[in-house]
């Protein structure tokens, strides 16, 4: 199983940014991969996805706002995240898309927006 390694998270305030990182390591991924946010009290939640054809997906309230990109070479996958607001905040993981996929989830970066 490849291990996944989020980083990038931080505070900022509302309308701000961040980039968030996702390293893969411990061998080569080449399947469709998502970043899934979690909450406290809300089960963790898909926020975009990117298949192996580089198409994106994105959940309803991050359209607009957030772009999910790879660089294959490098085995990353960077999630940038603009015009940010506190529903944002959560701790943001990367893993594969599809459940079958999955390996153990990494210690994800934390993103808080402030109001």
């Known amino acids: 199983q490849v291990q996944w390694v989020e980083s990038g998270g931080g505070l900022v305030q509302t309308g701000g940014s961040l980039r968030l990182s996702c390293a893969v390591r411990g061998g080569t991924f080449n399947r469709a991969m998502s970043w899934f946010r979690q909450t406290p009290g809300k089960d963790r939640e898909e926020v975009a996805s990117?298949?192996?054809?580089?198409?994106?997906w994105y959940e309803g309230s991050v359209k607009g706002r957030f772009t999910i990109s790879r660089d294959g070479a490098r085995n990353m996958y960077y999630l940038q995240m603009n015009n940010l607001n506190p529903e944002d905040t959560g701790l943001y993981c990367c893993?594969?898309?599809?459940?079958?996929?999955?390996?153990?989830w990494g210690p994800g970066t934390e993103g808080t927006v402030s109001s």
């Open positions: 893993n594969a898309e599809g459940r079958n996929w999955r390996s153990t």
């Open positions: 990117i298949n192996t054809s580089g198409i994106p």
